[in-house]
């Protein structure tokens, strides 16, 4: 039902998680001890943004033209 937009939001989601970890291991002196861990406000910001990104691309109505529910144009709608 979610024609692909839950996977796509995941993914984008877990680059980011992958790019926080990937700054607090870098330097080893500063390693926290559990890198992964996001605290639950910056996991929100991170949701909004990702939502915002995918609202302004092209992602979500691909998703709904694979589905076969969503029309490609609005001649298809009118017959032409």
């Known amino acids: 039902m979610d024609a692909g937009i839950i996977a796509l939001f995941k993914r984008a989601y877990e680059r980011r998680q992958l790019l926080w970890v990937y700054e607090n291991i870098k330097d080893v002196k500063k390693l926290k001890k559990e890198p992964y861990a996001v605290d639950q406000l910056q996991a929100m910001r991170w949701s909004k943004e990702i939502w915002q990104e995918l609202q302004g691309k ?20 009118c017959g032409d």
């Open 58 to 77: 092209w992602a979500i109505e691909n998703c709904f033209r694979h589905t076969g529910i969503a029309f490609n144009s609005v001649d298809e709608r």
